[in-house]
């Protein structure tokens, strides 16, 4: 029954340990679960703000870029050469094109109408040179015509008549004095006041001048007027003075083609870059044509960015009214970038790519295909009407990223807690554990010690029942059967006498003080204690210690008590002639006490169960001996505490030896 409830109570303790364990872990899992579906809302949540916030401030950059290029546009005063203004926004501002129409709509630039008085007047001289030179083909007729012509007082036809002079030149195989007298007019001396018809026409003589050279083949001479005159053409084009004639748009493209194709093959470094601005001009001035002929000046969105239809690739039209005039900037793609820069500043090197398509849905700056959905979207400021600006994440979900982060520390956390648990968990199932077993002890031990206190007490009763009954032969038997009764008295009193100790060893109770111990005190100690006994007994006791011992950890009375229990055994189970032996010597770090008899042994099955608690071997002598089977197993308890080890070998009928071993000393040892 009392087993029955103690299984039960430890079944309860158990359960209620498994609750306390339990109970929490689950409930802290069921936390942790509800905690990261709510992190991944915040952090989303959290994110958007964040990204909104950058969204605005990109917004309010484009905004105040585009006021200063507003402001910029604003301060241009184009009636003093367009040609300034044109330079300044294509080279330096990254426009594709630009038309200036003047406040009331009429076309400033580019300039798309004839040069007046290019053209020549019917019945004059030059115009009889054209006819011999053209449609009569008397080029020697019409060389003497041009030769009178080229020092007419007229600069413009003192310029063409040279140069239709040194065309015939040519024609007529003189092509050496075609080119120098082509030279004269090609760098001739402006006049006082320069007209486009006289500009137009120098230009026409440096067009001639190249193709001349060209036909005569490469001379030094000839590279080096090449040269020059490829530079007159490049540095006339779109020149910045305010002094300079204006050619008309279509000119300027024809002499920038030829002086294109005139550089094309030269590796010059400067020459290098007039090419390149010049293929910039040269691109910029056909897109403003192809602006000015189609877009109207004054009507449409104004300060704004519109698309054009003027190229298939997106192109921007801006129109502006500044005070003297009315602008139109043209943008590609490329040169829409700088006016989006603030997006580029806001999104650069964050988790996020952005997009931006303009009001018809074309890509115009950002990352043009990016991966995944965007995750948010915002309109661009009013400059940039129906523009769209997308986010997107570089690289997956940064919402996952983010919320993973967080729950990963939710999670390390929670494990943590619940290894924690777990711990606790185990030190209070050992603890219980310990308990238990402690009490099932003591249990067994009242069990055992009741069962073997009834023995001694059943034959002391018996004795003296059948003295009272007087059931003796005689005296001495009455003396024998008192003797008896004494002896188990005895026995009886042992037995209590060691309950104590036991007991409390049984606790754990039983502090030892372990410290560095002389094992020849111990010695010393534990032999006074038995002489008087050994004495008694007739028993022969032979010491042997070994000179200069190490110290042993020990606590000294714990094995003296040992000693005097092995040496009070082999005492007590040697029979007539009573040899004892105690030696001890030092063994590889250990200090050995073998304690040695000739007495009746033990037998092999007997050898471990000895250090049992009440084990008593079964033999006539053993039953003979004062014992109570505890001396053994309060040997091996006190021995164990020592960290140390018991053995015994014996043999029936020869004598046993019980060795044991306890580590030296720190002093000593390492
Ligand atoms: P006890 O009080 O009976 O001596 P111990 O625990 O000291 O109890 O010993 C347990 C049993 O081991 C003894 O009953 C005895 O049979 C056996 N024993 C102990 N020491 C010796 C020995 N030196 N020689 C033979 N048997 C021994």
Redesign the pocket.
């Known amino acids: 029954m009392a087993a029955f409830t103690t299984r039960r109570s430890q079944l309860q303790w158990l359960a209620l340990l498994a609750v306390a364990v339990v109970l929490p872990t689950v409930s802290l899992l069921w936390f942790m679960s509800r905690v990261i579906a709510n992190e991944r809302l915040v952090v989303r949540q959290k994110l958007t703000a964040l990204y909104q916030d950058k969204l605005i401030d990109a917004s309010a950059k484009t905004e105040s870029l585009f006021a200063a290029r507003l402001a910029s546009l604003d301060k241009i005063k184009p009636a003093a050469n367009p040609y300034a203004l044109f330079r300044r926004l294509v080279l330096e501002e990254n426009c594709q094109g630009v038309v200036v129409w003047d406040v009331d709509g009429s076309a400033v630039y580019p300039q798309l109408v004839d040069v007046a008085g290019s053209d020549t007047p019917t019945g004059s001289l030059l115009a009889e040179a054209r006819q011999q030179e053209f449609a009569r083909k008397q080029y020697a007729e019409a060389a003497q015509l041009y030769h009178q012509l080229s020092t007419d007082s007229d600069p413009r036809v003192a310029v063409t008549a040279i140069v239709g002079w040194s065309r015939c030149l040519s024609r007529l195989g003189r092509p050496e004095e075609a080119i120098d007298e082509c030279q004269k007019a090609a760098f001739a001396v402006p006049p006082d006041r320069e007209d486009a018809a006289w500009r137009l026409a120098v230009e026409n003589a440096r067009l001639l001048l190249l193709s001349l050279l060209k036909q005569a083949g490469p001379s030094p001479s000839h590279s080096e007027i090449l040269h020059r005159t490829v530079n007159a053409l490049g540095n006339d084009l779109y020149h910045p003075a305010g002094d300079r004639a204006l050619l008309p748009a279509d000119q300027n493209l024809f002499i920038a083609k030829k002086v294109l194709e005139a550089l094309r093959n030269s590796n010059a470094a400067e020459d290098a870059k007039t090419r390149d601005k010049l293929e910039k001009l040269a691109a910029a001035e056909e897109l403003s044509i192809a602006a000015a002929e189609k877009l109207r000046p004054l009507t449409g969105q104004f300060d704004g960015f519109f698309e054009t239809d003027l190229d298939p690739k997106p192109v921007y039209g801006l129109r502006h009214r500044s005070p003297s005039s009315t602008l139109l900037v043209l943008l590609s793609g490329t040169g829409i970038t700088p006016a989006l820069s603030g997006y580029h500043d806001a999104f650069a090197g964050s988790e996020s790519a952005y997009r931006i398509l303009d009001a018809a849905g074309n890509f115009a700056a950002g990352t043009p295909q990016p991966e995944g959905k965007s995750f948010t979207t915002a309109d661009l400021p009013a400059a940039f009407p129906g523009w769209k600006v997308e986010l997107y994440f570089i690289g997956g979900d940064v919402f996952e990223k983010a919320a993973n982060r967080q729950i990963a520390v939710y999670v390390w956390t929670g494990i943590l807690v619940i290894v924690l648990i777990l711990i606790a968990g185990g030190f209070a199932t050992q603890a219980i554990g310990k308990q238990i077993r402690l009490n099932r002890m003591k249990n067994d031990f009242i069990a055992t010690v009741s069962h073997e206190l009834k023995t001694p007490l059943a034959s002391m009763r018996l004795l003296v029942d059948t003295l009272l009954e007087g059931n003796v032969r005689d005296e001495a038997q009455a003396k024998e059967y008192l003797r008896l009764t004494v002896k188990e008295n005895e026995r009886l009193s042992r037995m209590i006498e060691n309950f104590p100790t036991f007991s409390r060893m049984e606790r754990n109770k039983m502090a030892f003080t372990i410290v560095d111990t002389k094992p020849a005190a111990i010695a010393s100690d534990a032999i006074e204690s038995v002489k008087t006994k050994f004495a008694a007994h007739n028993c022969h006791l032979a010491v042997d210690i070994a000179d200069d011992l190490p110290e042993i950890q020990a606590d000294h009375d714990a094995i003296v008590t040992v000693l005097v229990?092995?040496l009070?055994?082999?005492c007590?189970?040697?029979t007539d002639d009573k040899r004892v032996s105690l030696r001890i010597f030092p063994d590889d770090g250990f200090v050995c006490f073998v304690?040695s008899?000739n007495?009746?042994?033990?037998a092999r099955r007997?050898l471990r169960k000895?250090?049992d608690r009440f084990?008593?071997?079964d033999?006539s002598l053993?039953r003979k001996?004062?014992?109570?089977?505890?001396?053994?197993?309060i040997?091996k308890f006190i021995v164990d505490a020592h960290k140390g080890k018991i053995t015994v070998e014996?043999k029936p009928g020869r004598?046993?030896a019980?060795t044991v071993r306890l580590p030296v000393g720190r002093k000593n040892g390492d």
Not at 599 to 602: M, S, T
Not at 625 to 633: K, N
């Open positions: 229990n092995l009070d055994n082999a007590k189970y040697t304690v008899d007495g009746i042994g033990l007997h000895i250090f084990y008593q071997v033999s053993a001996a004062e014992g109570c089977g505890l001396g053994l197993s040997v014996s004598g046993s019980f």
